[in-house]
């Protein structure tokens, strides 16, 4: 597999020279929109300038040469979710060791450099290294790999695992950029925007870019203070630029193209280039008359044609790394290489066990991309696969409970496993290698679901204690703070119930919630032969919040997803979605929302499709935090022939109800209709003038509800709602806030 890859990755280079569709970088758009956040960066930016070149001192004066060697901590995290962007640890030693040559001038292809930048080739003199120890000072390989849906549509909030910028490089590896850097294939935040927003210090790229060309070592130019040739305040190919360095003409420099003659012998901008230097008494020192053709093979272009970088550069890079902005001059510290391990050799550490879940296989279509429930005797089996790393894997060894038809296996691939005994799966892996061993294990891998229904029409869950949802699984798959939990601090009419923790403690700077998703499943219903009506019901309360985010944005919040199954978990179909304000019925809250009366509720009544009434019909809750989202309550789950709020309400004592009440949002008059089914309702305000009044027809002997919406009562206040079945009236108050 390995192999094969690199000799894929050669064939592109060899044959098509620019293959790739991105550009190297879009650093220069993240470096615009910091400077549109904080409009005082430009001034610290010029203040930044101007000590660089005091510190660099013109050309010939007697500023002393630096000839230091500076070593530097790296670590490399990878951001992914067990797809494509799960780069191999071979693959990124590979690449640390390429970067790592072009940082000490050790890369051949210098030898391609055309013959006016051979006097300019500069050699930055510093040594990069993995890590060896961690922030916590145990032992590491220099590879931090972590499980994260913030793998796709990546952007600054991927960074949530940064080790201290002042003591690592931090380079993160991602599947795709989002919106903002679209056509990017990484980027790099300078020193000074470095300083602003020390938790986004670092290179993050596409892992697919990991050792593509030179894209890595261009965004550590970044790191060190390098700008694009023709500057950063444009794109390239628009117009003339600068980068403040004297040996890379000015230019406005190129979209890929490779080494076309075109570029690498591209004048543009640069005919006549010269400098002109001053001593330290101010008289006249030199001119220097620079190459009259563009650099179009600085790393710091976006020829992919990169094969150098001059020796202004190097001074220039090697002046950011020894200055204290964003604390660049602490990376080479004896201290901080010490604390880093930097220097040491890479330890021979033993793996990292882990795994992952695949597709069910057979079965028919499965639909979800992997498959964490499926009933204990499906036809379709959950398929488990060895995802270790850390070390080279010799060999490794499963358990798996809960009667496996393959209870223990050394499969390196995938186990495909069925279960006879229903309930939560452990599964245990231990993975090999010459150095040791580790073994990970996890009681709630999957869920192999009972097929024993629970009950049908008239089926009523409260959710009262823990002990009720024992057969109601829920999965935290990415393993974080947003997730389903039984909650004990709110209820509708106690205080328990389900509850979706999506308020974002985030701040929205990183590890945001949105790009998650987690479900909650249902026991096994039989639903066999029911005609009619018949609804699933339950009763939700919910809220955004804007707090940090600015406005509300309809169009970008949580959802809920009601799916059901009739293939024990092999497949599911949406039968429901409640999204936006709808879903977000208390509006906004800054803080952490939790429902504090019933007019906070809202029922909701899902109608089953009559091809999901069988013998053993499945549903799941599946919560889509949006970046605005804010916590869920969902309560009183029941299946119905009455739409949501009868049942609950209507005892046999009381044939009326009104909920929710208070209420603030409108509500429901719920009643039971008679023989003739005729029923007169009105309702009166605290004077007694009638606000409103209908005669209605229903079905006889039925429970029925009608919507009283908020515009029949504009007025906050009391009123009184009369219903009259048969020439028997009942009156009740009912309370808008
Ligand atoms: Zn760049």
Redesign the pocket.
Known sequence: MFNKFVALTLTILCVAGVSRAQL??S?DKHYQRLLQKYPQLADYEDQFEAQIQKRIGARTTSVPVDTNTYDIPLVVHVIHDYGTENISDDILYDAASYWADIYMLRNADTVDVIPPFLPYIGNPKIRLHLATKDPNGHPTKGIDRVQSYLTMNADDEAKYNQWDPSKYVNIWFINTFGAAETGAAAYALLPSSAAYEPYYDGVISLASYANYAKVIP??LG?VLNLQ?PWGNTNEPAVACGDDHVDDTPPTMGHNPVGCSPAALYDVTCAIGYTKTYTSSDGTLDSVVNYPDTVNAQNI?DYTYCQRMFTKGQAVRMRTALTGPTAGRNNLYTPANLAATGALAPMPDLPPIADFILNKASGGGSIYDNRSYFLTFNNLASFNFMNASWNDTISSVAWTFSNGATTPTSAATGVVSNKFSVPGWVSVSLTANSNAGSNTLTNNHAVYAADTASIGGNGYFQNFTAAADIANWPMFNYYNNQFKWDFYTGAGLGDNTCIRYRSFDTSQRITGIAIGDHDDFFTPAFNLAGLSGNLFVDFFTSGAYTTAGIGPYDPNVTDSLVLEASTSGGARWTKIASIYGSDLANNGDYGVEFAPTNAGQWVARSVSIPAAYRTNNTFFRFQYWPGNEGNNLYLDKFSISSDPAGVKELLTSDNSFNIYPNPATNGCFLVFKTGISGIVNYSIKDLTGKVVYQEQKSFAPNTTEQQSIPRSLTPAAGMYFVTVTVEGNSMTQKMVIY
Do not use: R, S
């Open positions: 190297p970088c650093a261009h965004e970044h694009h710091m």
